[in-house]
């Protein structure tokens, strides 16, 4: 049984482990280096207003992972729900996103929107209905024609379940070709992921897609992410569990192949268990040298990394609260491109702006806006050097949809990969998301909770597995093998 436990880091996963363990009758210790808690789902402010620092959707709303730990708490998160939630640009065409894929012939809207060839929407419409909706359903929901000739895929005993270890691009051709929904998937992966879909698990994103589909819609936390960190914080505190900001662990404390505690610029904290919320690939730098041998946790390849800028403008632009940009073309062109790190050639038509005023009106003075665009970057800091070129080139790509943008900027802050390094406490990373939801990392290849010594375990993004983004690291938290 856990007495004393210290949570480290104050990001999702660290908030999401510290009320599981509340469960156990643990006391819990929860340190954060930085002054805010929060992490990559933090908030900064600029110019007396509260902007969230990258732009955040979340897929499930508060039937999602975020929901269920302040449900734990018993604190109420509401989320809002706007449908259409946005807009998708793909290309050339442009057309609503429902907040959420209900049924078939809402998802023949939706390929017919796309331009599906007509003699390819069968194909596309039984992959979609496999990806959206649980096995008993599929045929269900399926007109009689496509009924009859959809048949399970080979070598799955679960029937429509796609494969962990093959990529989305690959499970998607087994069904059809067609360019433009082969693109929107494309979109998709990067949406959910950041990561190409030719290397994104088949299989994960399955999951992800169907809970989405029994969830209430894709929305944003009333009071943006501050308010969604104000209320995990304030039922954390409120149930004893003492977050201490500004505390740096130096060294994770390890005794016969056990952990005894951690060591801070503060001092000792003794502890019968340690659960890190700083990274798999950072795990190692707070270990003697002698205790790295013992962990079990592999080096983990991260998602890709993004490039965002925030505005604060006096007078609305964006008519909806999410706006998704993706370039035309091959899609197996532009995976390409991404894996060449290509961005700049790819941010003027690939981008992603969230306008959280467009959902809380609250979030700004009266008549103002809020809005965060972002596009991919890599990850690796040593590759940062570009980022000024990058930003140039979606501020080009968006002067050329949005010309009013640009005139009407009370505030711009641009916020790169060695900021999402610094406010995740990854060290040499600016990863999106933790590590890639791969073909390589997912499945029965996704790391556990258990690191290999006694006592010491891994939260956050990295560990959890069938969510999206915040989520994957809050399910990671609510998912500990802990008894209680």
Same mark, same amino acid.
């Given at each position: 049984?856990?007495?004393?436990?210290?949570?480290?880091?104050?990001?999702?996963?660290?908030?999401?482990?510290?009320?599981?363990?509340?469960?156990?009758?643990?006391?819990?210790t929860?340190?954060?280096?930085?002054? $805010?808690?929060?992490?990559?789902?933090?908030?900064?402010?600029?110019?007396?207003?509260t902007?969230?620092?990258?732009?955040?959707?979340f897929?499930?709303?508060h039937a999602?992972?975020?929901?269920?730990?302040?449900?734990?708490?018993?604190?109420?998160l509401?989320?809002?729900?706007?449908?259409?939630?946005?807009?998708?640009?793909?290309?050339?065409?442009?057309?609503?996103?429902?907040?959420?894929?209900?049924?078939?012939p809402?998802?023949? $809207?939706?390929?017919?929107?796309?331009?599906?060839?007509?003699?390819?929407?069968?194909?596309?419409?039984?992959?979609?209905?496999?990806?959206?909706?649980?096995?008993?359903?599929?045929?269900?929901?399926?007109?009689?024609?496509?009924?009859?000739?959809?048949?399970?895929?080979?070598g799955?005993?679960?029937?429509?379940q796609?494969?962990?270890d093959?990529?989305?691009?690959?499970?998607?051709?087994?069904?059809?070709?067609?360019?433009?929904?082969?693109l929107?998937?494309?979109?998709?992966?990067?949406?959910?992921?950041?990561?190409?879909?030719?290397?994104?698990s088949?299989?994960?994103?399955?999951?992800?897609?169907?809970?989405?589909?029994?969830g209430?819609g894709?929305?944003?936390?009333?009071?943006?992410?501050?308010?969604?960190?104000?209320?995990?914080?304030?039922?954390?505190t409120r149930h004893?569990v003492?977050?201490?900001?500004?505390?740096?662990?130096?060294?994770?404390?390890?005794?016969?192949?056990?952990?005894?505690?951690v060591?801070?610029?503060?001092?000792?904290?003794?502890?019968?268990?340690?659960?890190?919320?700083?990274?798999?690939n950072?795990l190692?730098?707070?270990l003697?040298?002698?205790?790295?041998?013992?962990?079990?946790?592999?080096?983990?390849?991260?998602?890709?990394?993004?490039?965002?800028?925030?505005?604060?403008?006096?007078?609305?632009?964006?008519?909806?609260p999410?706006?998704?940009?993706?370039?035309?073309?091959?899609?197996?062109?532009?995976?390409?491109?991404?894996?060449?790190e290509?961005?700049?050639?790819?941010?003027?038509?690939?981008?992603?702006?969230?306008?959280?005023?467009?959902?809380?009106?609250?979030?700004?003075?009266?008549?103002?806006?809020?809005?965060?665009?972002?596009?991919?970057?890599?990850?690796?800091?040593?590759?940062?050097g570009?980022?000024?070129?990058?930003v140039?080139?979606l501020?080009?790509?968006?002067?050329?949809?949005?010309?009013?943008?640009?005139?009407?900027?009370?505030?711009r802050?641009v916020?790169?990969?060695?900021?999402?390094?610094?406010?995740?406490?990854?060290?040499?990373?600016?990863?999106?998301?933790?590590a890639?939801?791969?073909?390589?990392?997912c499945?029965?290849?996704r790391?556990?909770?258990?690191?290999?010594?006694?006592?010491l375990?891994?939260?956050?993004?990295?560990?959890?597995?069938?969510?999206?983004?915040?989520?994957?690291a809050?399910?990671?938290g609510?998912?500990?093998?802990?008894?209680?």
């Amino acid at each position: 049984m856990i007495r004393h436990a210290v949570v480290i880091g104050a990001g999702v996963g660290g908030l999401a482990a510290s009320a599981r363990l509340l469960q156990t009758g643990a006391r819990v210790t929860l340190l954060e280096s930085l002054s $805010r808690a929060g992490g990559k789902c933090g908030s900064l402010r600029h110019r007396g207003v509260t902007v969230d620092v990258a732009p955040h959707v979340f897929s499930c709303s508060h039937a999602g992972e975020l929901g269920k730990v302040a449900r734990l708490l018993g604190e109420n998160l509401e989320f809002i729900i706007k449908n259409p939630a946005g807009r998708v640009i793909l290309g050339s065409r442009s057309f609503p996103l429902p907040a959420r894929f209900a049924d078939i012939p809402g998802l023949a $809207r939706l390929g017919l929107s796309l331009g599906v060839s007509p003699r390819k929407l069968p194909g596309v419409l039984q992959h979609f209905a496999t990806l959206c909706f649980p096995l008993d359903d599929v045929t269900s929901r399926l007109p009689p024609t496509l009924r009859r000739s959809i048949s399970p895929m080979e070598g799955s005993s679960r029937g429509y379940q796609a494969p962990f270890d093959q990529s989305l691009r690959d499970w998607t051709l087994r069904y059809t070709d067609d360019r433009n929904y082969h693109l929107f998937l494309s979109l998709c992966s990067i949406l959910a992921f950041v990561f190409p879909y030719d290397q994104a698990s088949a299989g994960e994103f399955q999951c992800c897609i169907q809970r989405m589909v029994q969830g209430p819609g894709i929305g944003y936390p009333r009071g943006g992410c501050q308010g969604l960190m104000d209320t995990l914080v304030r039922g954390l505190t409120r149930h004893g569990v003492s977050i201490r900001l500004k505390e740096r662990v130096e060294r994770i404390l390890v005794e016969n192949h056990r952990v005894t505690g951690v060591f801070t610029r503060k001092g000792l904290i003794n502890a019968d268990a340690v659960f890190f919320n700083g990274g798999v690939n950072a795990l190692p730098a707070l270990l003697e040298e002698s205790t790295r041998s013992l962990l079990q946790a592999p080096y983990q390849r991260p998602s890709l990394g993004t490039v965002s800028i925030a505005y604060l403008l006096k007078e609305p632009v964006f008519s909806e609260p999410l706006i998704l940009g993706y370039p035309d073309g091959d899609p197996a062109d532009i995976c390409t491109r991404i894996h060449q790190e290509r961005f700049s050639d790819l941010c003027q038509d690939g981008f992603y702006i969230v306008v959280p005023t467009n959902f809380d009106g609250a979030l700004a003075p009266k008549g103002q806006q809020i809005v965060l665009a972002g596009t991919l970057f890599p990850a690796d800091l040593s590759k940062a050097g570009g980022e000024q070129e990058t930003v140039e080139a979606l501020e080009q790509g968006l002067l050329r949809r949005f010309p009013h943008l640009f005139e009407t900027i009370l505030h711009r802050s641009v916020h790169g990969p060695r900021f999402v390094s610094s406010v995740s406490g990854r060290p040499g990373s600016g990863d999106a998301v933790g590590a890639a939801q791969s073909v390589d990392q997912c499945g029965k290849a996704r790391a556990l909770h258990c690191s290999g010594i006694e006592g010491l375990y891994i939260v956050g993004a990295d560990t959890g597995r069938g969510a999206i983004g915040t989520e994957l690291a809050a399910q990671s938290g609510l998912m500990l093998p802990l008894q209680t």
